[in-house]
């Protein structure tokens, strides 16, 4: 049943619309009636009528400022406004304000009941155009995610029709950016999906927050089940965008203990190019040399890639970087290879020695925990390796320009 309300001062016109049309048989019930527009207003907030019937003349407030605050008040329903034949312009002009007609006095019933019956079929197709585009506004970022995820995997061929999509469907992705990839490097730590969910959105938050710090804000995301993705215009380097990811990674890193990897691309010139430049930022994430560290890296080429002997003495060098007595030749047989291959092929493919690499990822960890301020200097050196504490403050003083004690008492 469509629910009415009548506001009129003339009780006998109020009494003629309730009692001599059979409302019911038009599936209309008379839920209130009124004596002027500010009891009318009271009465529609708590009733809530499908219906309004309103005179346009009326004591305390008049029918066009009814109409008026009835819209203010966003009261969904069909106004109904009754004129006398001297009021005929003035109720047009409550068309305007959102009355869905008007009807002149003396009422004829048989006209009332076709204009209720009009305004309920209005009334119908309003509130399902509004079903309709709320419901496609809650489907529309499940859309946006889907033609992003096509643009990424290269489903579009050509620039035209990437660029009639992103137009479409309103999608922040410009033909000149970057790809920026960061996943979560053992999600498999991670058993309930609401945790990894967690940190991939902690992560995205801090990285986009940092970029938008820089004033970028020209750019699209997409998360997926332990990795996201970052679509951000060219009006910034990447040398600049890898600095907001490495800030970014030290504000997470306060916050979540599991191990991320993020990757930039170089820049793309055309959209169907972003394909490219995507595998480019996932192989980035990727290419970590230090293991079970957070890290930011730039896009390689294909011949940079890591010998697998470099990553497997990484990977040894993490387990193992605590022990005093860790030499090159422990890592070379571990990997079974020679003294000399090992420190060739570092040499070459990382560009770094292999005691240079261990010093780093020593001092990496070294500043976690100068970080967390929970250890004392000499505690950390033996921690990560030196027995000597003041050897270590040299390395480190060498290394990164400040000591350790100066560096932990800085505000992070």
């Given at each position: 049943m469509y629910?009415?309300?009548?506001?009129?001062?003339?009780?006998l016109?109020?009494?003629?619309i309730?009692?001599?049309?059979p409302?019911?048989d038009?599936?209309v019930?008379v839920?209130?009636e009124?004596?002027?527009?500010?009891?009318g207003l009271e009465?529609a907030k708590?009733y809530?009528?499908?219906i309004?019937?309103?005179?346009i003349k009326?004591?305390?407030?008049?029918?066009?400022?009814?109409?008026?605050?009835?819209n203010?008040?966003q009261?969904d329903?069909?106004?109904?406004?009754?004129?006398?034949?001297?009021?005929?312009?003035y109720?047009k002009?409550?068309?305007?304000?959102?009355a869905?007609?008007?009807?002149?006095?003396?009422i004829?019933?048989d006209?009332?009941?076709?204009t209720?019956q009009?305004?309920?079929?209005s009334?119908?197709e309003?509130?399902?155009?509004e079903?309709y585009y709320?419901?496609?506004?809650?489907?529309?970022p499940?859309i946006r995610k889907?033609?992003l995820?096509?643009?990424?995997i290269?489903s579009?061929m050509k620039?035209?029709?990437i660029?009639?999509?992103?137009k479409f469907?309103n999608?922040?992705?410009h033909n000149?950016?970057?790809v920026?990839?960061?996943?979560l490097?053992?999600p498999e730590?991670?058993?309930?999906?609401?945790?990894?969910?967690?940190?991939?959105?902690?992560?995205?938050?801090?990285?986009i927050e940092q970029?938008s710090?820089?004033r970028?804000?020209?750019l699209?995301s997409?998360t997926?089940?332990?990795?996201f993705?970052?679509l951000?215009?060219?009006s910034?380097?990447?040398h600049k965008?890898?600095e907001?990811?490495?800030t970014?990674l030290?504000?997470?890193?306060r916050?979540?203990?599991?191990i991320v990897s993020i990757?930039i691309s170089?820049?793309?010139?055309?959209?169907?190019?972003?394909k490219?430049a995507?595998q480019?930022a996932q192989?980035?994430?990727?290419?970590?040399l230090f293991?079970?560290?957070?890290s930011?890296?730039t896009a390689?080429?294909?011949l940079?890639?890591y010998h697998?002997?470099v990553?497997a003495?990484?990977?040894?060098i993490?387990q193992?970087?605590?022990?005093?007595?860790l030499?090159?030749?422990?890592?070379?047989?571990?990997?079974y290879?020679s003294e000399s291959?090992?420190?060739?092929?570092f040499k070459?493919?990382?560009?770094?020695?292999?005691?240079e690499?261990?010093t780093?990822?020593?001092?990496?960890?070294a500043?976690k925990?100068?970080?967390s301020?929970?250890?004392k200097?000499?505690e950390?050196?033996?921690q990560?390796?030196?027995?000597?504490?003041k050897?270590?403050s040299?390395?480190?003083?060498?290394?990164?320009?400040?000591?350790?004690s100066?560096?932990?008492?800085k505000d992070?």
């Amino acid at each position: 049943m469509y629910k009415m309300m009548i506001v009129d001062d003339e009780y006998l016109v109020r009494m003629g619309i309730k009692e001599t049309i059979p409302w019911e048989d038009y599936g209309v019930t008379v839920v209130a009636e009124a004596t002027n527009g500010k009891e009318g207003l009271e009465l529609a907030k708590k009733y809530q009528p499908d219906i309004i019937i309103s005179d346009i003349k009326m004591p305390f407030m008049d029918g066009l400022e009814f109409v008026q605050q009835l819209n203010n008040l966003q009261i969904d329903c069909e106004i109904i406004i009754l004129s006398g034949y001297k009021d005929f312009e003035y109720a047009k002009h409550t068309l305007e304000n959102g009355a869905y007609s008007y009807l002149l006095k003396p009422i004829d019933n048989d006209e009332l009941v076709s204009t209720v019956q009009k305004s309920i079929i209005s009334l119908q197709e309003k509130r399902e155009k509004e079903n309709y585009y709320n419901q496609l506004e809650e489907e529309l970022p499940i859309i946006r995610k889907k033609v992003l995820n096509n643009i990424l995997i290269g489903s579009y061929m050509k620039n035209a029709q990437i660029s009639e999509k992103v137009k479409f469907y309103n999608i922040n992705v410009h033909n000149q950016g970057y790809v920026i990839f960061g996943r979560l490097d053992y999600p498999e730590n991670l058993e309930e999906k609401e945790k990894i969910e967690k940190v991939i959105q902690g992560l995205l938050g801090f990285v986009i927050e940092q970029i938008s710090a820089g004033r970028i804000t020209d750019l699209s995301s997409i998360t997926y089940d332990s990795y996201f993705v970052i679509l951000v215009d060219n009006s910034i380097n990447r040398h600049k965008l890898k600095e907001y990811c490495t800030t970014a990674l030290e504000d997470y890193e306060r916050q979540y203990g599991s191990i991320v990897s993020i990757g930039i691309s170089s820049s793309y010139r055309q959209y169907k190019d972003i394909k490219i430049a995507y595998q480019e930022a996932q192989k980035s994430a990727k290419l970590k040399l230090f293991p079970m560290i957070n890290s930011v890296s730039t896009a390689k080429s294909l011949l940079s890639e890591y010998h697998p002997q470099v990553i497997a003495a990484m990977n040894y060098i993490a387990q193992n970087y605590s022990n005093k007595n860790l030499t090159i030749k422990m890592i070379a047989d571990h990997v079974y290879v020679s003294e000399s291959f090992l420190m060739h092929v570092f040499k070459d493919n990382v560009g770094k020695t292999v005691n240079e690499c261990l010093t780093e990822y020593r001092m990496i960890i070294a500043k976690k925990k100068l970080m967390s301020g929970q250890f004392k200097i000499y505690e950390i050196a033996d921690q990560i390796g030196y027995g000597d504490s003041k050897y270590f403050s040299q390395l480190f003083k060498k290394r990164e320009g400040i000591s350790p004690s100066d560096f932990a008492k800085k505000d992070y």
